[in-house]
């Protein structure tokens, strides 16, 4: 972690867990008109006229989800948003509300409390969302995170991942793979200091991917984006897991096949160098690299002239009739069935 | 924990995650017109025309929460549902879905999660709200729980904290104090059990209070009873820290004080009779023991007819204006001032 030149340590039991809680969310400004009543009631009151609801949560868990020996919690605390704003956006709706529960061990001063919130209310700035409430509490071992985002849509708007059908454009925005490795990165450099303290490595070269790592960004601008260009995608899914584990949830939810063509995965020439140094396929690591926070979606055929050329979005594929399955056509023009191996089975 | 006479054990490994959330919500079934699309996206749409949405979260970890030595996982499930429902309902809100989300070391198999499952499933049905997402992971170590309850409420209708206004009387649902003293009967087993694991304790005496603290009950009823009689509290909390904290909450949220009369505080027998085996005070646990997710509210005079000898709601004081203070006056009529003095703090 980042090295405290000020090491003040004021111990959460002074203020116990009312103060506390006061404490942290003391800069949490309400802005949505739907926030009718946000922290300080048993529950938050919203209000949104003919509007629907979406709602999604996620528990981020010390040791499994993230290393607090290379994370620093200010951007633990915007990943943490990042990861439920993106669900939200996923269902192209727009996110307006969040609830954050934290549970900390004695271990944590105040201050590294506050660097979590700092990045929390950072990301909740960004992207226009309130944090209308949470639960504050100890834990006997690690840091846990859980947050509940929610969000609005216009009837009939929202996108669910069922809607694919045959012949649609498989569609990705961003580029993939990259927050794998900067993982890769980070675990190798973490084995480094362990060696020798004292080392300084230069990381210049893989600013990109570290940053996709550690401070990832959900594509709100997609969803702006797909407003303006008027396009409703058939179904779309957000990338946690990984490019194949998402899009067989595409297919098996719409009943249908895919064909994704090797050649169209858009990659960063970060994770193209990078897979190299490491020895490993490229096309692997964004097949069942996790973490991107990109959106994939699919696009019915008429809508082709409106997506075509915009560098935010790439065609890496269509969906086809159920039957015909779910494949890789290669390069080389092979086609591999698509296997989920996402992030988890990645890690093991 | 209870015995079982059939250890079948499936590692949770053997099913993966995907599998593992499909088996164990297969059971819930969507049943709000309001649920859209629940479990199998991105995050859950709903719709709520007019209505007003709310939404409490809360996350229970082992260790701190509870302790798995004495509490089945079943009613564990249960009770993470009940917490949350509570605080629905004391928003004067008709609970609607929840999320659940869990994190679960390796040393849990299947059935033990299932156990979990089948309790929120009973609170689900029993409360009917609809299960509509969540997310489950891994634990490094104790087991973890968040939970996030929505409700609908008439605009207008939901009750905050803040509005108590000097004169209103002061009630509260039910009894008080018996899962307080419930957990300090399963703590005294567990200790006896400890030096002697063949005992076998008889703990008919203490049913009630015990499952006051294993298995309590979110006052659903209550609210619909407010609506039947036509009242409108001024002011709701659930008392999830005890009566004293919570009194404290409405008072400093509605800028009040409170006299409440010791005497007119409903105990339950085995409260009293238990309270006087372990030598405490019964109106000390009433006003610091927790849990008994009870609904604290203030009512306005004018309304004290339509509640008058209701068996469910008592009177136990009035608010004052805010300078006079917070007080409980004894039995011998003394006033002492009321502090917060929580669940939590009673634990250390």
Same sequence: chains 1, 2.
Avoid at 38 to 53: H, N, Y
Avoid at 282 to 292: K, P, Q, V
Wanted: net charge negative.
């Amino acid at each position: 972690m980042i090295e405290d030149k000020n090491p003040q340590r004021t111990p959460l039991s002074e203020l116990g867990e009312f103060k506390l809680i006061e404490h942290l969310t003391e800069n949490f400004k309400v802005t949505q008109k739907s926030t009718i009543k946000g922290i300080g009631d048993d529950a938050a009151v919203l209000s949104f006229g003919k509007k629907q609801i979406v709602v999604s949560t996620d528990l981020l868990i010390e040791g499994v989800h993230f290393d607090l020996s290379y994370v620093p919690l200010k951007h633990l605390g915007y990943k943490a948003m990042v990861v439920n704003l993106s669900d939200i956006y996923a269902m192209n709706a727009k996110a307006t509300q969040v609830t954050i529960s934290i549970a900390v061990s004695n271990r944590f001063p105040l201050e590294a409390l506050e660097e979590l919130y700092a990045g929390i209310a950072t990301a909740a700035q960004l992207y226009n969302v309130d944090v209308i409430g949470g639960d504050t509490t100890s834990s006997t071992s690690g840091l846990v995170i859980s947050v509940t985002a929610i969000g609005e849509v216009n009837e009939g708007e929202a996108v669910l991942r069922s809607g694919a059908k045959p012949n649609d454009l498989l569609v990705v925005t961003g580029d993939i793979g990259g927050a794998y490795m900067g993982l890769q990165i980070l675990e190798r450099e973490k084995e480094v200091f362990k060696v020798n303290p004292q080392s300084q490595p230069d990381l210049s070269m893989y600013t990109y991917i570290i940053e996709r790592q550690l401070k990832p960004e959900a594509r709100k601008d997609i969803i702006e984006l797909l407003q303006q260009i008027d396009v409703k995608p058939t179904s779309m899914i957000d990338i946690s897991d990984g490019l194949s584990s998402e899009v067989i949830h595409l297919c098996k939810q719409s009943k249908v096949g895919v064909d994704i063509f090797e050649n169209k995965i858009p990659l960063d020439p970060q994770v193209i160098f990078t897979c190299e140094e490491f020895n490993i396929d490229s096309t692997t690591i964004a097949l069942n690299g996790g973490e991107d926070y990109e959106l994939l979606m699919t696009v019915s055929q008429e809508d082709f002239p409106k997506i075509k050329g915009n560098p935010n979005l790439t065609v890496i594929g269509y969906m086809t009739d159920e039957d015909r399955g779910m494949h890789l056509v290669t390069r080389s023009d092979e086609k591999i069935p698509i296997i989920a191996k996402g992030w988890n089975a990645l890690k093991d």
